[in-house]
């Protein structure tokens, strides 16, 4: 399966725009790239997911290069909710696998 | 709508003891799943029913088995508890495993504990 590389952690300000990157450089042509968030004590959340064109939807929007093999998630502007562990996934319409993700402190 | 609901919320057993964790979702979705995590850990995927009838195993089904009762339910057995099973469980459901745009859907999870 094809892998995703994510930062440990990341600092954010609140209502400031964060860009939380992924690398997969071995991503596949029918690789959809994914993305999900964990809140504190809570089970994941669906955020965004796209294939080649970048995305936007209420929560978030998602960068993806044009080689594929890197993407960016956006929060325009963080707020103290957002903090949580964000997952980047490569999936294939098999299984979602969950690396390690980023965790997203905000700060006030 | 209450979405994915999972009973109970906190379990402690003892090693060897068995028990089951239910999950139901009123989504209308014909996927459901069961994940673990691990401390510090991302989730892994222990079983899945890609439709009612079906389950297949996932990356760390060992010491599991799963019913999918009705399209509804699907829960999860432990038959002889082991502390390497201590975790947090998740149930998820989606409208079509498969599909490269399946969104999966979470419960808030069970919190085990074996001693």
């Known amino acids: 399966d094809a892998k995703t590389t994510q930062p440990n952690s990341m600092e954010s300000n609140e209502e400031e725009p964060v860009h939380l990157p992924c690398n997969h450089s071995?991503?596949?042509?029918?690789?959809?790239i994914h993305w999900y968030r964990q809140l504190p004590s809570q089970g994941p959340e669906y955020v965004i997911h796209?294939?080649?064109s970048n995305v936007n939807n209420r929560m978030a929007s998602l960068a993806i290069a044009e080689d594929r093999k890197s993407s960016t998630l956006i929060l325009h502007r963080a707020t103290l909710r957002d903090a949580a562990v964000y997952y980047c996934?490569?999936?294939?319409?098999?299984?979602?696998?969950f690396g390690g993700g980023t965790r997203l402190m905000v700060k006030p | 709508n209450a979405g994915v609901t999972q009973t109970p919320k906190f379990q402690v057993l003892k090693t060897g003891q068995s028990m089951t964790l239910q999950c139901a979702q009123d989504?209308?979705?014909?996927?459901m799943y069961w994940y673990r995590q691990d401390p510090g850990m991302g989730l892994r995927l222990i079983y899945y029913?890609?439709?009612?009838?079906?389950?297949d195993k996932g990356e760390v089904p060992n010491g599991y088995n799963v019913s999918r009762l009705n399209k509804r339910e699907f829960s999860l057995r432990l038959e002889s508890a082991a502390p390497s099973q201590t975790s947090v469980y998740f149930c998820?459901?989606?409208?079509?495993?498969?599909?490269?745009?399946?969104?999966?859907?979470f419960g808030p999870g069970t919190r085990l504990t074996v001693l």
């Open positions: 998820a459901s989606s409208d079509q495993a498969g599909q490269y745009t399946d969104t999966q859907y």
């Open positions: 071995t991503i596949s042509g029918t690789d959809y």
């Open positions: 796209g294939l080649t």
């Open positions: 996934i490569l999936y294939a319409g098999n299984m979602l696998t």
């Open positions: 989504m209308n979705h014909n996927s």
């Open positions: 029913s890609a439709s009612e009838g079906t389950t």
